[in-house]
């Protein structure tokens, strides 16, 4: 937490450090402590998350004067893309939530516009805490995770993945956080010079294995096979990242067969071994899904179904495609897509750069923060990435930290004054963002009740929240 206080001193930046305070607090929490008993690991994380949005755009107000100005381009593409979906959405068939969608994916944009405007008036190292507060979360539920294994062992409990995780309602939802720490792990031990540390990180980093591996994640193994080719193709310098992930892959695939496998069977443990008969060998009814969203896309490929569209469906339980190309594609229309897409390729051309001009241990880290990145965008092509609340907040936070640290945006003094107009229009979709959000809290949060108690449970899948379908209803998803 210390570079927050090397924020310009001499400025008034209290309460912008209080702010980064109480967001750094709710990242840390909300997989770990049950602060809402009675709601649902997901209802929590959807709750905290909007409490961060709200927050930021406290901080954004705070330091509206230190706003940075990015590229003509980047300014037209974000404004295309959220005006794609408020078009789409003023279409669709549930227009309310297809607004509180357009308004969440605006309060993710908040977060990370607070964390670039955090970044780039702080401390370079802020960067290297990010990614610390990133791994001391991973590294806590690996503990857990070891934990439940042994206690599943000493009372001869079934030792099924679901479980021996805690923190997510769903072992794919855990597996996509794993995502996006596993490559951070690594990158922290090549950066750090200290033997005692770096056999440390090790140790978690292999445990973070034998969790993925127990489950059986698909999302995990796509991630990890996109950043270990971008590793390779990176050359030489780049190796020592690959070596350690490697490692630790190859011990933790050991203590899985031996644990998972042969002690279970000695101690007479139920369990399905690795996940891999569960997840990996089948496609979990993705490809029918996926054949329902193509068919939607080509019947309303200009503005889709609406964002949220895809939880009003009445084939499928799911209330997502598990796949954010074809989500975006379904739900906000091919038109927005290509601006994704657009906007994607600015930032790898800015990584890209970034990479072939700087050099050093620090550099290491910025590449291990872009495959974080990475990783959880490849993991989102075959789960709800775009849609999990935690997941969600945190690629908004890396995102916006190391757009910072490319300088994708140039920070300006405060003499500069952005037109009227542009101004005018960002504060009131800030405004707009927050209100229906924190009206969305205020109205649903005090209906929920527990997930395990409710009529048809199993049968019906998390959208917004853990029940998330919207069909039949302008009002509560159910």
Not at 1 to 19: E, H, K, N, R, T
Not at 204 to 216: E, P, R
Not at 305 to 310: C, Q, T, Y
Request: net charge positive; aromatic share 16%.
């Amino acid at each position: 937490m210390a570079p927050f206080f090397y924020c310009f001193i001499g400025q008034d930046w209290s309460m912008s450090v209080l702010v980064a305070t109480i967001i750094t607090f709710f990242l840390f929490v909300a997989p770990l402590f049950d602060l809402t008993p009675g709601l649902t690991w997901h209802d929590q994380q959807r709750t905290l998350q909007v409490a961060s949005i709200l927050l930021s755009a406290i901080g954004l107000w705070i330091n509206r004067h230190l706003l940075p100005v990015f590229s003509v381009k980047v300014h037209i593409l974000v404004g295309l893309f959220f005006l794609l979906g408020v078009l789409s959405a003023s279409l669709s068939k549930y227009p309310l939530w297809s607004f509180v969608e357009v308004f969440l994916f605006g309060g993710v944009f908040i977060v990370g516009l607070f964390a670039y405007t955090l970044t780039s008036n702080c401390s370079r190292q802020l960067v290297l805490w990010v990614m610390v507060l990133l791994s001391c979360v991973a590294a806590l539920l690996a503990l857990r995770f070891v934990s439940s294994v042994l206690a599943a062992f000493y009372f001869k409990a079934d030792l099924y993945p679901d479980a021996v995780i805690n923190g997510f309602d769903n072992v794919r939802w855990f597996g996509q956080f794993q995502a996006l720490s596993l490559p951070v792990f690594a990158g922290l031990i090549a950066y750090t010079g200290r033997p005692l540390m770096k056999w440390g990180l090790f140790i978690t980093l292999v445990s973070l294995w034998v969790s993925a591996i127990a489950i059986g994640n698909r999302g995990v193994w796509a991630s990890m096979i996109a950043v270990g080719l971008l590793f390779v193709c990176l050359g030489k310098d780049y190796r020592q990242w690959l070596k350690w992930q490697l490692a630790a892959v190859t011990v933790a695939m050991s203590l899985v067969w031996f644990c998972f496998i042969y002690l279970a069977g000695e101690f007479g443990i139920l369990g399905d071994g690795m996940g891999t008969s569960r997840d990996l060998a089948t496609s979990s009814n993705r490809l029918d899904i996926w054949g329902y969203t193509l068919k939607g896309i080509l019947s309303a490929p200009l503005f889709g179904a609406g964002p949220m569209g895809f939880a009003s469906n009445y084939v499928f339980r799911e209330a997502h495609p598990h796949n954010s190309v074809l989500q975006i594609a379904y739900e906000w229309g091919v038109p927005a897509l290509l601006v994704c897409f657009w906007l994607f390729l600015l930032f790898v051309l800015s990584v890209y750069k970034r990479i072939r001009l700087d050099s050093g241990r620090l550099h290491l880290v910025y590449v291990s923060l872009f495959a974080a990145i990475l990783a959880v965008m490849a993991d989102s092509l075959v789960s709800g990435v775009i849609v999990m609340p935690y997941s969600q907040l945190w690629l908004a936070v890396l995102v916006g930290v190391l757009a910072s640290e490319l300088k994708m945006g140039r920070a300006v003094n405060c003499s500069y004054r952005y037109p009227v107009r542009v101004k005018a229009l960002f504060q009131i979709s800030v405004c707009l963002s927050c209100l229906f959000l924190g009206g969305v809290i205020l109205r649903d949060l005090p209906t929920l009740y527990p997930y395990e108690l409710r009529p048809g449970k199993g049968g019906d899948a998390p959208r917004f929240w853990s029940q998330g379908s919207i069909h039949g209803a302008e009002g509560v998803s159910r």
